[in-house]
């Protein structure tokens, strides 16, 4: 099947701080790419959806200026926390369709962030 | 709304035991169905997927059907092997949604020798 991968797989930052991660296909070209946060022992949240060269469209309850995305280019799309919280810390997962038929999200492997 | 309620974990079972991992959704319409499994350390992979009622998706001796009447989607394997051991995920993508997911909580199995 397709891949997608993560960049970073875990992340330490400190209170304030901005971090960045990234969302590849690796293999495919990805039209749509997802973003999900999963607490523990909780469901993969969808925070927001985005298509490559246009705004992404957050989910009711997530700040869009918090949570940035960018996905400029068919490869790749970055979520950008800003100004990080303790509350923001969490498990990240991206995933991409397009390689794989409409119906179907391929998923990375996940970023763990900390915020201290 | 769409929602999906997932049996609890962990759980543990002896190799060649029988499993069954109960998922049951809430949703308008008609969705498509899905479990998705995760390897430790790994990002999320199909596993199986049943896109109308009385469909049973199989893969790898795990299968599930779609049951409108009970709207449910229990997965089940006859024989579980130490290299079933992972977290397995319940899925629904709601029918005029787009290509919006929405998952269980997930359900961690292990499988000792």
């Known amino acids: 099947g397709a891949v997608v991968s993560q960049h970073p797989s875990r992340v330490i930052c400190k209170s304030g701080t901005s971090v960045k991660i990234e969302c590849r296909s690796l293999?495919?070209?990805?039209?749509?790419m997802f973003w999900y946060r999963q607490f523990p022992k909780q469901s993969l949240m969808l925070m927001a959806t985005s298509n490559e060269g246009s705004k992404a469209t957050y989910e009711q309850g997530v700040e869009k200026d918090k949570f940035l995305i960018n996905h400029a280019s068919l490869t790749l799309s970055t979520l950008t926390v800003t100004s990080a919280h303790p509350e923001d810390s969490s498990f990240y997962i991206c995933?991409?369709?397009?390689?794989?038929?409409?119906?179907?999200?391929?998923f990375g492997p996940g970023t763990r962030l900390t915020v201290l | 709304g769409n929602s999906v309620t997932q049996m609890e974990g962990p759980v543990t079972l002896s190799e060649e035991a029988f499993l069954t991992i109960n998922c049951t959704y809430t949703a308008t319409g008609y969705p498509s169905l899905f479990w998705y499994v995760q390897y430790p350390g790994e990002g999320l992979q199909l596993l199986l997927k049943?896109?109308?009622?009385?469909d049973k998706g199989s893969n790898k001796g795990f299968e599930a059907t779609y049951r409108k009447e009970t709207t449910s989607f229990h997965l089940e394997k006859g024989s579980v092997q130490v290299s079933d051991s992972a977290v397995y995920f319940c899925a629904l993508r709601g029918q005029g949604t787009g290509n919006q997911f929405y998952f269980g909580t997930g359900t961690s199995l292990t499988v000792i020798p």
């Open positions: 293999d495919f070209q990805a039209t749509t």
């Open positions: 995933s991409a369709s397009g390689g794989g038929g409409i119906n179907e999200q391929f």
């Open positions: 049943a896109t109308k009622a009385d």
